[in-house]
């Protein structure tokens, strides 16, 4: 029996990995979304080859590729296929220096990664559980969704910045920020940088005030992924987060892609509020942070 081990992938290996993540693609949309923007000479793809495919591993033809694992920055985006026995990953101590920040993924294949890092020595501080949900039909018009008279919904501009990092700071400390993490401003003005730069968003605006924000977190093949989801405090139950997510949803969809995002499953709220929208359950997802 030929023993698998993880392997960096290979420019050989491009047309088999991506018809994989392809066939993956509904339950990874955010891994294949940092395959594609990923930085080649930094980030990583490690494969695992099938050994009985019988057909040469690098042939980009085979398939022969059993699982991947795609590294982002100190993140980990485990596609096992299925797998719940793989080789330890012990190229993560090369990678981040022993210091993996998260991994995520479906439920049972972010279960199978974290248990082979314990045995690399690696064991997540914090597991959060998630509902990976799924939209492909533009849900109704989003002026019949409701919401306070006067909402304004648009894209930002640039002379919204202060607002919006406002807004973003506190979406991250009240959704992102792990329990033992730490806030950073800073860190977070930056990542509200690169997404006014590099992804879609939409804000809400009422009598002159930004009260909330949504936004892509990846653009995968085919699929957008949803993130950034939030409103005010002082603004909330007032339908506000449905109109603004059923109008940004319409609008990624019109552009020909499916949408996929992941929510809390301790926040009904926002459960109901997607749901509403017309998002359906597709799998449990899992991110664990070290």
């Known amino acids: ?7 960096k992938m290979k420019k050989r290996d491009t047309a088999a990995i991506e018809a994989l993540l392809r066939s993956r693609e509904r339950w990874c949309t955010g891994a294949c979304g940092r395959y594609l923007s990923r930085d080649t000479a930094h980030e990583h793809v490690w494969l695992l080859k099938n050994p009985a495919s019988g057909i ?6 085979a398939g022969g590729i059993s699982a991947l694992i795609i590294q982002s920055k100190r993140g980990l985006f485990p596609v096992l296929c299925g797998l ?8 993560v101590h090369g990678l981040f220096s022993g210091e993996v920040h998260s991994l995520q993924g479906i439920s049972s294949e972010a279960l199978t990664l974290a ?3 314990e045995k690399c020595g690696l064991r997540a501080a914090e597991d959060i559980d998630y509902e990976l949900m799924s939209l ?18 648009r894209k930002p501009e640039f002379t919204d910045m202060n607002a919006l990092a406002a807004l973003h ?30 992804e879609q968003m939409l804000v809400a605006e009422l009598n002159g005030r930004l009260v909330g924000k949504i936004n892509t977190s990846a653009d995968s093949f085919t699929r957008f992924q949803v993130g950034g989801v939030y409103v005010h405090p002082d603004f909330r139950a007032q339908g506000i987060a449905l109109r603004m997510t ?19 499953k301790s926040n009904p709220a926002a459960l109901s509020v997607y749901r509403r929208a017309g998002f359906e359950f597709l799998a449990d997802y899992r991110i664990s942070y070290y």
């Open 169 to 198: 700071a506190a979406y991250e400390q009240e959704e992102v920020v792990s329990k033992n993490g730490v806030f950073s401003a800073a860190v977070s003005r930056l990542n509200l940088q690169r997404i006014f730069t590099n």
């Open 1 to 7: 029996m030929i023993k698998q081990r993880w392997q």
């Open 136 to 153: 492909d039909k533009a849900p109704p018009d989003s002026a019949r969704m409701g919401g306070p008279a006067g909402l304004i919904l």
């Open 246 to 264: 059923a109008e940004f949803v319409r609008s990624l969809i019109a552009q020909g892609k499916g949408v996929s995002l992941f929510v809390k």
């Open 84 to 91: 719940e026995d793989i080789p330890l990953p012990r190229f």
């Open 115 to 117: 248990r082979a890092l």
């Open 56 to 61: 040469s591993a690098g042939s980009p033809t």
